[in-house]
């Protein structure tokens, strides 16, 4: 489980140096780990058809997984069609951590701003079964003399694309779980409930190492919070257009520098929370009730627009469900999913 009072600021040993631009040197706790996972792109990609399972148990293993033909060649272009008008409006900017590079382009938003990106990539169903799969969560909770349960679905993060153009440089390893605060520990194998959140990365058009596919390390996902990534242990994650990245977001990744001399390298980015903590992106400010209301029931409930069991997310004392599709078929909300009554 997430530990919410975690204070690592602890963790900080000063050392008595600083460096030439005035930083000030430390050391940071580190546990002997010397693993690392020598795996192919091969190794990664599951056969068809792909199922939740399979795709669970290569994440399981590795915090990564490659899917083919996860979504049709036009959807790819259409959400890319939908997407172009910001990506060419936007004028570059540099980014002050040289986190992005100047000639990188992103999209935020994406799920409001393209309604195939909704329907088909957030609502697909394997990111929904996945997601809960690795985010849900299921309590007992004791209210009097009844115990009562609820599920929380997983929900939607952020939706990003990526326009990564010639000249970009190798965006820095990094854990995407940083956001929530989620503080790892050395796992000898992967522990159900640690994760805060899952992304899909889908290739909009092919990725390749020249022009900038996502690398990350297999396996990160079970390393202790400070041991240091190499590129050594990094994998590209190539792929043909309409193929998806799974990938666990403790595990160190970035983007990829883009060496060739005019293509761009376009990928989508999803992720997925947990039902009850801060979504990273807030997508509802600004966006018309009309947009929402014109969405699938598998879309809305993928939003978070759903009230997560028990009792967090809701609107006016009711689900959102029943605001904005109410008359959803076969849609019955229930503030707990059981009620039992405890004998002591
Ligand atoms: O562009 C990519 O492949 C990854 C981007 C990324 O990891 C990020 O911006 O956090
Ligand atoms: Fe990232």
Sequence with gaps: ????????????????????????????????????????KEMLTISEPATPEKIYEKLKIYGGCIVKNYLSPEDCEQILADAKPY??????????SNFISPTTRRVSGMCVKS???????????????????????????????EAVTGFSKAQHNSTITF??????KDQILHRDDVLHHNIRKHQETYQEGTETALGTALALRKTTKANGATRFIPGSHLWDQYRRPTEEDAVYAEMEQGDCFF????????????????????????????????????IFLGTPLEYFKSLSLEALTALGLQTSQPFCGWYENEDPIKVLLPDAKGYEFTQFKEVYQIED
């Design 1 to 40: 489980m997430t530990e919410v009072f975690t204070r690592t600021k602890f963790d900080i040993q000063p050392l008595d140096k600083v460096t030439e631009e005035g930083r000030k040197v430390i050391k940071l706790p580190q546990v002997e780990d010397k693993r690392s996972l020598k795996v192919t």
């Design 87 to 96: 990506i060419d409006k936007w004028a570059t900017k540099g980014d002050a």
């Design 115 to 145: 309604k195939t990106c909704a329907e088909k990539f957030l609502a697909h169903p394997l990111n929904i079964a996945v997601s809960n799969r690795i985010l849900g969560k299921e309590n007992v909770f004791r209210i009097g003399d």
């Design 163 to 168: 326009d990564v153009g010639p000249g970009s």
């Design 247 to 282: 990938m666990l977001a403790s595990c160190f990744h970035g983007g990829s520098a883009n060496t060739t001399e005019d293509e761009h390298r376009y990928v989508l980015i999803l992720f997925m929370t947990q039902g009850t903590l801060r979504q990273e992106e807030n």
